[in-house]
């Protein structure tokens, strides 16, 4: 601990040493003083408004953070995955939310707080004066407005290091097989249409949408006919007339996601612009901290996933509780947030968010797309 004493001492040992260097130039001397400067800027940054000591992370705009997010994921990539990572990008662009509502430093706080016995203003203004004489008033004055940047950066600093607190959760979904970026390619490519107006399983209609789904799903064509046979002969008969052709094999390496019969239940639950999703109430700071070149699960309470087809342009479809933990794949960029859609799934549905608040844990496996319960 320093003593006052050791401090004073100190000061007056870069004052010394300023005064040395100002018999080479006045940059010298500054350069010099600068270390007096980071003293006061940091005895200061607990004393002067800081906007980020009382951030209500509960009632925080989480569209800022995970926008932010999944662009420093793409941003991170085309850099090689070198600087900043996706992580600290978004908790960056919360914090610059936050500095953009005002309340940070300015040089009337300088007026209002001490240091080493009389108020900083007053104290910079003196030690420019002693040093510089009659040019020290403009060089104080530019000190002062650098010192609240130093202040502001110190501050800044410190709320990227502590980052967002665990358990604040936000609603989170993942579009399988989806870029991310074109909701064109949403519709055309992840979507699971049909022919009838009533959405029955016999007016199924083969599709990327379809076959992607299936795939995810681990579900096979042979035995999603087989159980719509057994469910209803003549629609059975049907579906197995439309999807003549059209084959999705069952991936033996790797556990079913939805049985078959589930698999019937979500689509003819669904609407026409209805694509697989999987819905969780994200732990933030969790998220923010996986690494993307790694897969991530979601695991949820009780060993459940919450998963189906979702419309979100009109807010309809069909979403339910499986058995089972849904694992992301590297790099994916399919994501969404409340902000984003028009009718996400906590508005739809009115779910209870807390059964699926989920805290993701990265896996070692990121070519593998579920963990089995």
């Known amino acids: 601990m320093h003593t006052n004493t050791s401090i004073a001492a100190t000061v007056e040992s870069i004052k010394d040493r300023a005064k ?53 994921i793409k941003e991170w990539r085309d850099a090689g995955f070198q600087g900043m990572t996706p992580g600290q990008i978004a908790l960056a662009a919360a914090l610059d939310a936050v500095a953009d509502a005002g309340g940070m430093c300015t040089e009337r706080d300088l007026e209002l707080c001490r240091v080493f016995g009389v ?39 410190e709320a990227m290091a502590a980052g967002i607190p665990p358990g604040v959760h936000t609603e989170f979904c993942w579009v399988p097989n989806w870029d991310g970026e ?11 249409p049909s022919s009838g107006p009533f959405r029955g399983i016999e007016d199924l209609v083969p599709s990327n949408g379809l076959a992607k789904f299936l795939t995810w799903a681990n ?17 059975g008969s049907k579906l197995r007339e439309k999807l003549r052709g059209f084959e999705i094999a069952h991936d033996y390496t790797r556990p079913a996601m939805l049985k078959a019969e589930e698999v019937i239940d979500l689509i003819e639950s ?30 949820m309470r009780g060993g459940c996933m919450h ?43 009115g779910i209870v968010k807390h059964p699926f608040h989920c805290r993701p844990q990265a896996v070692e496996a990121p070519q593998r797309e579920l963990q089995a319960a």
């Open 20 to 72: 040395q260097q100002l018999q080479t130039s006045v940059i010298a001397a500054q350069a010099v003083l600068a270390e007096l400067w980071r003293m006061v800027a940091t005895r200061l940054a607990d004393e002067v408004p800081n906007p980020f000591s009382g951030i209500d992370w509960y009632s925080f705009d989480m569209d800022i953070v995970l926008e932010a997010w999944r662009a420093g």
């Open 119 to 157: 108020d900083a203003a007053s104290f910079i203004r003196a030690t420019c004066a002693e040093i510089f004489g009659s040019a020290g008033d403009d060089i104080a004055q530019a000190t002062l407005e650098s010192l609240t940047d130093q202040i502001q950066q110190i501050q800044y600093d």
């Open 182 to 192: 074109s909701l064109d390619a949403l519709l055309d490519d992840c979507r699971v």
């Open 219 to 235: 579900v096979s064509t042979l035995d999603l006919i087989d159980s719509a046979l057994i469910r209803d002969e003549t629609q």
């Open 270 to 299: 669904s609407t026409e612009l209805s694509v697989p999703v999987v819905h969780c109430e994200v732990d933030v700071a969790a998220l923010l901290k996986l690494d993307p070149r790694q897969a991530y699960a979601l695991p």
């Open 307 to 349: 998963i189906g087809l979702h419309d979100f342009f009109n807010g309809a479809g069909y979403v339910d509780v499986f058995p089972g933990t849904p694992v992301v794949p590297s790099m994916a960029l399919g994501y969404g947030w409340p902000g984003r859609w028009r009718y996400g799934i906590d508005r739809v549905y």
